[in-house]
C-alpha cells in the first residue's frame, strides 16, 4: 500500500515563501495525476495543483496560480509545491494524492502551513 508522507510547512510571515514535499513509499505513484490539496480550519480540502504523471500538464486553483508552482520527480517518487507571495489565507493542512478526488492512496498525515505577521 503505498504511504505518502508531506514535509516542509512551517510558520512564515505574509509575502514569504515555502517549499512542500510529498514523498510516496511506492513507485505506482509514477502512473498517477498527483494534486496537492490543503484543508482550512472549518473548511472543506481542496485542490489547489495538480500535474499530469509525465510532469507535462499543471493546474492550479484560481486562489494560488501565479503563486504557487508544482512540480514532481519520477525517480525519487516526490511531489514538490513551491509557494512564493504567501498570504494568511493559504494558512492550511497540506496534502498530497492522487487528482482531483484524492481517492487514489490513504491519506498521509499533511503539513501545517501557518501564515501570519
Known amino acids: 500500500q503505498v504511504r505518502l508522507v508531506e514535509s516542509g510547512g512551517g510558520l512564515v510571515q505574509p509575502g514569504e515563501s515555502l517549499r512542500l514535499s510529498c514523498a510516496a513509499s511506492?513507485?505506482?505513484?509514477?502512473?498517477?495525476?498527483m494534486g496537492w490539496f490543503r484543508q482550512a480550519p472549518g473548511k472543506q480540502r481542496e485542490l489547489v495543483a495538480s500535474i499530469a504523471s509525465t510532469g507535462g500538464t499543471t493546474t492550479y486553483a484560481d486562489s494560488v496560480r501565479g503563486r504557487f508552482t508544482i512540480s514532481r520527480d519520477n525517480a525519487k517518487n516526490t511531489v514538490s509545491l513551491q509557494m512564493n507571495s504567501l498570504k494568511p489565507e493559504d494558512t492550511a493542512v497540506y496534502y498530497c494524492n492522487t487528482a482531483p478526488r484524492g481517492s487514489g492512496f490513504p491519506w498521509g498525515q499533511g503539513t501545517q502551513v501557518t501564515v501570519s505577521s
Open positions: 511506492g513507485s505506482i505513484v509514477r502512473l498517477a495525476v
